[in-house]
């Protein structure tokens, strides 16, 4: 297994413009997780998956930002007209659900980073 | 809400000098601390967890409720420990939302 993939590693993209990434989880994981990370920051967390179900999103993703997984493997995060606040590292992180009310440890994938023109 | 704070934003330490990363935590619950740490080139990696009460790398973690810390401990730091360190917070009981301190920059100068 080659952990937690992302695409693209990058992407620059005009103002405006719409822009998809993909998180391609560690198979056996039924959690995925969306989090944003800016200079001098820790990533914030912006949703999270369980299976194809999506059980929270932080007040932090406007309407432009919507995800998916729809078969409960892969998701994709969609932002619509990017604006230049926009530009960060988008982080995907997988898990296995808890168990005994534990938390599981996050795999995180490398990151796209978003350039906005 | 859950607040991690870090409160050094670049730490620079000897080799074979002792080394703490401080974390100080708001939380009203009962919570679970991490660290994660990141080398240069690398993605973000859990490094330890409180509730295993476990030594990696050399490091531990303490958590400690009366003062709200989970500060991160290495009597002897390495060349190869230089990297960036982040305190995490979760909620006990399974729900996984994780929210990060800031992160620390670890320098072990040779």
């Known amino acids: 297994d080659t952990g937690v993939s992302q695409n693209p590693r990058h992407k620059i993209t005009k103002r405006g413009q719409n822009v998809t990434f993909r998180c391609d989880p560690i198979?056996?994981?039924?959690?995925l997780y969306w989090y944003r990370q800016t200079l001098g920051q820790g990533p914030e967390f912006l949703t999270y998956?369980?299976?194809?179900?999506?059980?929270?999103k932080s007040r932090l993703l406007s309407d432009r930002f919507s995800a998916e997984r729809p078969k409960g493997s892969f998701s994709t995060l969609e932002i619509q007209r990017t604006e230049q606040g926009d530009s960060a590292m988008y982080l995907c992180a997988s898990s296995l659900t808890p168990g005994q009310g534990a938390t599981q440890p996050q795999h995180f994938g490398d990151g796209t980073r978003l350039s906005i023109l | 809400a859950q607040r991690v704070t870090q409160p050094e934003k670049l730490l620079s330490v000897f080799k074979g000098a002792p080394v703490e990363l401080k974390c100080n935590y708001s939380y009203s619950g009962s919570p679970e601390l991490f660290w994660y740490v990141q080398y240069s080139r690398q993605r973000l990696q859990l490094l330890l967890r409180h509730i295993s009460r476990e030594s990696i790398k050399g490091f531990t973690a303490d958590l400690n409720k009366g003062e709200t810390s989970f500060h991160l401990k290495k009597p002897f730091a390495q060349e190869e420990d230089s990297a960036m360190y982040y305190c995490?917070?979760?909620?006990?009981?399974?729900?996984?939302?994780?929210?990060f301190g800031t992160g620390t920059k670890l320098q072990v100068i040779p």
């Open positions: 995490a917070l979760s909620f006990s009981g399974g729900y996984q939302k994780v929210t």
């Open positions: 198979s056996e994981h039924n959690r």
């Open positions: 998956f369980q299976n194809e179900a999506q059980l929270e």
